[in-house]
Nanobody, 121 residues
Framework: QVQLVESGGGLVQPGGSLRLSCAVSGFTLDDYAIGWFRQAPGKEREGVSCISSEDGSTYYGDSAKGRFTISRDNAKNTVYLQMNSLKPEDTAVYYC??????????????WGQGTQVTVSL
């Protein structure tokens, strides 16, 4: 059974950092690209970052470039999203997702349940 479980969300002050984790089971990170997406209230879902299963290539949305870093630990079957210099506009539910495309994350096949990130004083 395929599962993706996010953790690491919470409340952080502007300028702070959080590291999100996405633990996967039912498949290995060799088989799927893993992406992070987010959705804020009243807004469309936005692609944040993606890491390829083929060569570890990484992709970032404009809002994440220079502040967020995606990485993976194949031994732990876990993908991370390190988020620095957080802004109030980063507040959203963050989801990880697995895409059989392997090189990128255009249309994920499986999704986690999401973790809330709130950036506020």
């Amino acid at each position: 059974q395929v599962q993706l479980v996010e953790s690491g969300g919470g409340l952080v002050q502007p300028g702070g950092s959080l590291r999100l984790s996405c633990a996967v089971s039912g498949f290995t990170l060799d088989d799927y690209a893993i992406g992070w997406f987010r959705q804020a209230p009243g807004k469309e879902r936005e692609g944040v970052s993606c890491i390829s299963s083929e060569d570890g290539s990484t992709y970032y949305g404009d809002s994440a470039k220079g502040r967020f870093t995606i990485s993976r630990d194949n031994a732990k079957n876990t993908v991370y999203l390190q988020m620095n210099s957080l802004k109030p506009e980063d507040t959203a539910v963050y989801y990880c997702a697995a895409d059989s495309d392997r090189w990128s994350c255009p249309a994920p096949d499986y999704w986690g349940q999401g973790t809330q990130v709130t950036v506020s004083l």
